[in-house]
T-cell receptor, first 114, second 114 residues
Framework: SAVISQKPSRDICQRGTSLTIQCQVD?????MFWYRQQPGQSLTLIAT?????????ESGFVIDKFPISRPNLTFSTLTVSNMSPEDSSIYLC???????????FGPGTRLTVL | GENVEQHPSTLSVQEGDSAVIKCTYS??????FPWYKQELGKGPQLIID?????GEKKDQRIAVTLNKTAKHFSLHITETQPEDSAVYFC?????????????FGGGTRLMVKP
């Protein structure tokens, strides 16, 4: 399985600011996914990021709030813009298992917005 | 779209006992069903998965069963150990023919008492 790292691992931010989260994979992958996990809750897909194309956002998530970059096959960023306390969550990236149905997850970024 | 229900939300067992977590799904086209274990402060880790052409799969103390007709699948953990304590998530997907999109259940917090 792929080895996935995320930066930062955690952060405390002030409302109204933005934070960019990085996701790095040790091998080339086709699809990368970004999820939000609110405190004590399950995982909700924010968007799918394929290299060379615009990210595809799920219902309830918009590009202005969560812009995503996918400059190459091993890296992606998610920005949480104009943050409010409601954005306090764990943000997780995952990657597809290259020709399989499987997804592998990174360790997550724990965000607290004051 | 797909809807995945997971029960129970919390489960407490004595060390050495078995634990069973059940999930139902709504989309009859779903054909891939992974289970993830999430320990505190970590990302979800894939522990076992099953595809729709198989009714049961086992890996040491962990097994998963699938009933396609009834649209439900279950995780069975035998001889539970304290290190099995975590939150477990089931998920359903139409597989990589549909972009590997995963829909997650609500999660089960398993506590194994020594």
């Amino acid at each position: 399985s792929a080895v996935i790292s995320q930066k930062p691992s955690r952060d405390i931010c002030q409302r109204g600011t933005s934070l960019t989260i990085q996701c790095q994979v040790d091998s080339q992958v086709t699809m990368m996914f970004w999820y939000r996990q609110q405190p004590g809750q399950s995982l909700t897909l924010i968007a799918t990021a394929n290299q060379g194309s615009e990210a595809t956002y799920e219902s309830g998530f918009v590009i202005d709030k969560f812009p995503i970059s996918r400059p190459n096959l091993t890296f992606s960023t998610l920005t949480v813009s104009n943050m409010s306390p409601e954005d306090s969550s764990i943000y997780l990236c995952s990657v597809d298992g290259q020709g399989t149905d499987t997804q592998y997850f990174g360790p997550g970024t724990r965000l607290t917005v004051l | 779209g797909e809807n995945v229900e997971q029960h129970p939300s919390t489960l407490s067992v004595q060390e050495g006992d078995s634990a069973v977590i059940k999930c139902t799904y709504s989309d009859s086209a779903s054909n891939y069903f992974p289970w993830y274990k999430q320990e505190l402060g970590k990302g979800p880790q894939l522990i076992i998965d099953i595809r729709s052409n198989v009714g049961e799969k086992k890996d040491q103390r962990i097994a998963v069963t699938l009933n396609k007709t009834a649209k439900h699948f279950s995780l069975h953990i035998t001889e539970t150990q304290p290190e099995d304590s975590a939150v477990y998530f089931c998920a359903a997907s139409r597989g990589n023919n549909a972009g590997n999109m995963l829909t997650f259940g609500g999660g089960t917090r398993l506590m194994v008492k020594p």
